[in-house]
């Protein structure tokens, strides 16, 4: 089983759309977790970290569920330029992030 | 916020020629850094973790004899592939622990990649 495991989709959906990803994890020692977008060809950026009591910022909402070891991220209308890969991240210690394969988002007109 | 550079974006070698990748952190002093590798649809992997003045930390199955990281300062690690070779050819992202104030702040900073392709 991998350590962190996402659907690669890819996720096709309108402008304006409610979309959600979810990411599970291996290691229930798992200390923080994060959500990464990463352009095609780009180096990954991070667009928020996943707080135990869940936190949101704009459009994007990311939950953590400690007891099924999962985190997810809900993105509401949908914009042409949220079109990327969005990867799950995982700090698991020892200065070790886990990343998951990513998951692809395309938004369509 | 805190940057990281990371030079050439883009090289083309021939096989058995070695390659240098830098990693900078340009406003700030990292005392470690992460070395990934992304090949085509598939999640940034591990490499090694540099740390400063000393030798680099590598994740299993990677070869520390082929991969060469060096730490000398606290704003430069760099990567050399050694003798490369076609399967060799992937995306190089360095990364570095954001600081400010002295803090490490947790959130990850990545160079912008390299890309290198070798024929």
């Known amino acids: 089983r991998k350590e962190v495991e996402q659907d690669p989709g890819p996720f096709n959906v309108p402008e304006g759309a409610t979309v959600a990803f979810n990411c599970t994890y291996s290691n229930s020692a798992s200390q923080s977790f994060f959500w990464y977008r990463q352009d095609c060809r780009k180096e990954p950026k991070l667009l928020m970290s996943v707080y135990s009591s869940g936190n949101e910022d704009g459009r994007f909402t990311a939950q953590l569920n400690r007891a099924s070891q999962y985190i997810s991220l809900l993105i509401r209308d949908s914009k042409l330029s949220d079109s990327a890969t969005y990867l799950c991240?995982?700090?698991?210690?020892?200065?070790?992030?886990?990343f998951g394969t990513g998951t692809r988002l395309l938004v369509s007109p | 916020g805190a940057v990281v550079s990371q030079h050439p974006s883009w090289v083309i070698c021939k096989s058995g020629t070695s390659v240098k990748i830098e990693c900078r952190s340009l406003?700030?002093?990292?005392?470690?850094m992460f070395w990934y590798r992304q090949f085509p649809k598939q999640s940034l992997m591990l490499m090694a973790t540099?740390?400063?003045?000393?030798?680099?930390?590598?994740e299993q199955g990677v070869e520390k004899d082929k991969f060469l990281i060096n730490h000398a300062s606290l704003t430069l690690s760099t990567l050399t592939v050694t003798s490369a070779h076609p399967e060799d050819s992937s995306f190089y992202i360095c990364s570095a622990r954001g600081v400010a104030g002295g803090t490490d702040t947790g959130e990850l900073f990545f160079g912008e990649g390299s890309r290198l392709t070798v024929l």
């Open positions: 991240v995982v700090y698991t210690g020892f200065q070790k992030l886990v």
């Open positions: 406003d700030f002093q990292a005392t470690t």
């Open positions: 540099s740390n400063e003045g000393s030798k680099a930390t590598y």
